[in-house]
Nanobody, 126 residues
């Protein structure tokens, strides 16, 4: 059974940076498309970024483009989300998700992912 554990969240000032990590266990990490989503209080969960299991075509939400970078290290079963130029509106619980199907469709939709982590809180405030 695949499990995902996020880490790296915390409190950061506006303009600062954080790197989130997501460690996968119990499965074949290099065959999974990985995604990051977030949910702010009172709002619906939203897509942030995704990286496929094959190829290098990453995809970002408009809010993340130019500021966030998703990457993966298959040797470490880990995916990362490097966040910079953080804004108060980036405050949310950030979730890592895995899509175990090899088909690369609808990767920005949360429903396309079948394994989720517990989330890590990111707070951007002065």
């Amino acid at each position: 059974q695949v499990m995902l554990v996020e880490s790296g969240g915390g409190l950061v000032q506006p303009g600062g940076s954080l790197r989130l990590s997501c460690l996968a266990s119990g499965g074949t990490f290099n065959m999974y498309t990985m995604g990051w989503f977030r949910q702010a209080p009172g709002k619906e969960r939203e897509f942030v970024a995704t990286i496929p299991w094959v190829g290098s075509k990453t995809t970002y939400a408009d809010s993340a483009k130019g500021r966030f970078t998703i990457s993966r290290d298959n040797a470490k079963n880990t995916t990362y989300l490097q966040m910079s130029s953080l804004k108060p509106e980036d405050t949310a619980v950030y979730y890592c998700a895995a899509r175990t199907s090899r088909f690369l469709v609808r990767l920005t939709a949360g429903s396309s992912y079948d394994v989720w982590g517990q989330g890590t809180q990111v707070t951007v405030s002065s």
